[in-house]
C-alpha cells in the first residue's frame, strides 16, 4: 500500500508565476489535509477537504491561495502569483475516516520563489 | 487560540542516553494529542494518545498523557544515532479535524 504521495518533490517558481502541487492520499483514504512548515517553525494547517469538498479553510490566506480535491485525480494546492515569503515546505496528509485520528504525511513538496 | 509548546527547543545526547522530550498544551475541547518523528521528509506517526495515565510503548519509545495538567511526555531510552530527528507534538480537538503542531524538539 502505497503511502501518500505528493509531486512535484521540489518547485522553483519565479515571483508572479504559479504554484501548484499535487497530493494523492493513500489508498482507501478520503480525507485530505495541507500544511505548511516555514523554515525553523512547526508545521501549520491550511485546507482540510473531503472528495469535492472543503471541510476547513481557516488556515489559508484570503488571497491567492486555493484548494480543490475533485471526484477523480489528486488534492491540488494552487498559489497565485507567488512572492519570496510563499516559500516554504508544503506536507499533504491523510486519514481514513474522522472516526481515525492518526494523519499520515506525505515527503512535501518544498516550493522556493526566487 | 490553540497552542502547543515543546521543550527542550533542542538537546544533544550521547548514544545509549535517556531522554524525555515534553509537550504541554491548551486547546478548547481536546480529543487526541499525537507524536510524530521528522527527518529530512515526512513526519513519520508515532503516537496517539486519548487518555491520561496509559503508556503507549514501542520498543525503545514510549509516551504518556497527562490530561488534568495538559502535557505529554515522549521518553526514548538507550539512544542511537537514528533518533536524531525533530520529534514534533500535535493536538486535536474535537468537532475539528485540523492539527495544531508545537514547534518541535531537535534531538
Redesign the interface.
Known amino acids: 500500500n502505497a503511502?501518500?504521495m505528493q509531486n512535484p518533490r521540489h518547485l522553483v517558481r519565479r515571483r508572479g508565476q504559479e504554484a501548484r502541487l499535487r497530493c494523492s492520499p493513500m489508498k482507501g483514504h478520503s480525507?485530505v489535509?495541507w500544511?505548511r512548515q516555514l523554515p525553523e517553525?512547526?508545521?501549520?494547517?491550511m485546507v482540510?477537504l473531503q472528495k469535492e469538498n472543503i471541510?476547513?479553510e481557516?488556515?489559508m490566506p484570503k488571497e491567492r491561495f486555493s484548494a480543490e480535491f475533485p471526484k477523480e485525480g489528486p488534492s491540488i494546492l494552487r498559489i497565485q502569483q507567488v512572492v519570496r515569503g510563499d516559500s516554504a515546505a508544503y506536507?499533504c496528509?491523510s486519514s481514513p475516516s474522522?472516526e481515525a485520528?492518526?494523519?499520515?504525511?506525505?515527503?512535501?513538496t518544498r516550493l522556493t520563489v526566487t | 487560540e490553540d497552542k502547543v509548546v515543546q521543550s527542550p527547543l533542542s538537546l544533544v545526547v550521547h548514544e545509549g542516553d535517556t531522554v524525555t522530550l515534553n509537550c504541554s498544551y491548551e486547546v478548547t475541547n481536546f480529543r487526541s494529542l499525537l507524536w510524530y518523528k521528522q527527518e529530512k521528509k515526512a513526519p513519520t506517526f508515532l503516537f496517539m494518545l486519548t487518555s491520561s495515565g496509559i503508556e503507549k510503548k514501542s520498543g525503545r519509545l514510549s509516551s504518556i498523557l497527562d490530561k488534568k495538567e495538559l502535557f505529554s511526555i515522549l521518553n526514548i531510552t538507550a539512544t542511537q544515532t537514528g533518533d536524531s530527528a525533530v520529534y514534533l507534538c500535535a493536538v486535536e480537538n474535537f468537532g475539528n479535524e485540523k492539527l495544531t503542531f508545537g514547534t518541535g524538539t531537535r534531538l
Open positions: 503511502g501518500v480525507h489535509y500544511y517553525e512547526g508545521l501549520k494547517f482540510y471541510i476547513d481557516s488556515g506536507f496528509a474522522q485520528y492518526e494523519q499520515y504525511f506525505g515527503p512535501g
